[in-house]
């Protein structure tokens, strides 16, 4: 049984290598490592990968997401999945974060099952494909069923603030179960309404400031100063 610690937990989503070399120099707990802003995230470079894990200690989790748009996959990009978790395992990934959601934007029971059954002894991450199901009671019980240790989720709202009553509902009645890490939009301006809010102490940001490219080590730092 997962024993929720309620230790903060921050984790920074980085998009490309300048941001994930800054936030695994900072005071971020973990990374979230993918290719594609503009996508929303999607599998990163391998090579980039391994330079980031030969060179510096906080963990790597990996995005496993062939494609942008719908979580809807072929049975092409489903069988490139499968292959990448191997190859990224392989080189010492830390953890994966996937979502495969079937045609009726409800949760691929089959199809993540085969992935976790790939990562193996590896955390699993079910990423916001989790916000677009219908019932998001019934997909948080069944991510708890399949085996996933964590679920990234904005409450099924655009963002994490609109989204703030669910996610308060979810740490309520599943955060012993399942880490619940908040993610849309959660900025340092934000962190501490939705901390006292939702009472969750898990929280992914891309620390992205407004008009900016690339993370800030400023940003982070605040981050994690207002989420501990």
Do not use: W
Not at 8 to 15: G, K, Y
């Amino acid at each position: 049984k997962f024993i929720h610690n309620k230790k903060p937990m921050l984790e920074i989503a980085c998009f490309e290598i300048t941001s994930a070399e800054t936030a695994m120099k900072s005071m971020a707990d973990r990374i979230e490592f993918c290719a594609h802003f503009e996508l929303g995230g999607t599998t990163p470079d391998f090579y980039e990968f391994l330079h980031l894990k030969r060179t510096y200690k906080i963990p790597i989790y990996v995005m496993i997401r062939p494609k942008g748009g719908p979580f809807f996959y072929s049975e092409a990009e489903f069988i490139q999945m499968k292959s990448s978790i191997i190859s990224f395992k392989e080189a010492g990934a830390d953890g994966f974060v996937f979502g495969i959601l079937d045609s009726h934007n409800e949760i691929d029971e089959a199809k993540n099952a085969e992935l976790l059954e790939l990562a193996g002894e590896i955390p699993c991450t079910f990423h916001r494909a989790f916000d677009r199901t219908s019932d998001l009671e019934k997909s948080i019980e069944i991510l708890i069923k399949l085996g996933f240790k964590t679920v990234l989720t904005s409450g099924g709202k655009s963002d994490a603030i609109k989204g703030k009553e669910n996610l308060k509902n979810l740490i309520e009645k599943y955060g012993d179960q399942i880490e619940i890490l908040i993610g849309g939009g959660v900025r340092s301006e934000n962190i501490s309404a939705l901390k006292k809010l939702t009472g969750g102490t898990s929280f992914h940001s891309s620390a992205i400031l407004k008009y900016d490219t690339f993370v800030t080590e400023g940003e982070i730092k605040k981050l994690k100063q207002l989420s501990s």
